[in-house]
């Protein structure tokens, strides 16, 4: 079936010398991977392979088959240009470690519009937003709704097992849970107290999401942050 869908890029991995496999989340599909042949080298080719940076917002004309492991992509276009998500230190850092969030998390083959309008609307604004270190919190708060997994704000200091029940972590973490992207700016939290709400929140993840398992990028995270 030859369809045509917006896209978030989740990764791109280089297969053999010259070809990409690259995953993304789609409006019309879910979560889908395409082998792209050839595509690193042929210098004039039909698809340009810096469409392909993680997070990017694409428009892809597919010939989709269910069940098929790999689709193929026929056309692609950028659907908006970043400003600053993919360029800035700090914003391509976070970018990094939430589209490794994304790929762990999203497993559905199927249309989650309320799912793919909310990661593309965040992603929009933060290009668009100055850099804000709490971001990656409440996208991933908001994610848990999105995914179902979602913890009742009143019952914080039980579901997240926080080990050592800090009043103040508590306290730091039912703000995060009413905040929205256009208040960020009105928070403001230590690096370390930063640090423990991202383990609070992964450690939930992991223990209701399956298969779930520690980012490779959290490293890289911290070290730029701090």
């Given at each position: 079936m030859l369809a045509t869908t917006k896209a978030i890029v989740i990764s791109a991995l280089k297969y053999k010398d010259s070809s990409l496999i690259v995953t993304c989340y789609t409006k019309g599909f879910g979560i889908q991977s395409y082998i792209l042949h050839h595509i690193l080298k042929t210098k004039k080719g039909k698809i340009n392979p810096a469409y392909f940076q993680l997070l990017s917002l694409l428009e892809i004309q597919v010939n989709h088959k269910p069940n098929l492991t790999l689709q193929k992509i026929t056309e692609v276009k950028l659907n908006h240009t970043y400003n600053s998500l993919q360029t800035n230190i700090y914003k391509s850092t976070v970018a990094l470690f939430l589209a490794e969030i994304l790929q762990i998390t999203?497993?559905?083959?199927?249309?989650?519009?309320?799912?793919?309008?909310?990661?593309?609307?965040?992603?929009?604004?933060?290009?668009?937003?100055?850099?804000?270190?709490?971001?990656?919190?409440?996208?991933?708060?908001?994610?848990?709704?999105?995914?179902?997994?979602?913890?009742?704000?009143?019952?914080?200091?039980?579901?997240?097992?926080?080990?050592d029940n800090d009043p103040r972590k508590i306290s730091t973490l039912s703000t995060l849970f009413g905040t929205n992207f256009d208040e960020l700016h009105l928070i403001k939290i230590s690096a370390k107290m930063r640090q423990n709400i991202l383990t609070e929140l992964l450690n939930y993840f992991n223990l209701h999401l399956g298969a779930f398992k520690k980012p490779k990028s959290l490293k890289i995270l911290h070290e730029v942050f701090n």
């Open positions: 999203l497993k559905e083959e199927e249309e989650n519009n309320e799912l793919y309008q909310f990661i593309e609307t965040a992603l929009l604004w933060y290009d668009l937003h100055e850099f804000n270190a709490n971001f990656h919190l409440v996208f991933l708060i908001k994610l848990s709704q999105h995914l179902g997994v979602y913890p009742n704000p009143k019952t914080l200091s039980r579901v997240f097992f926080t080990q």
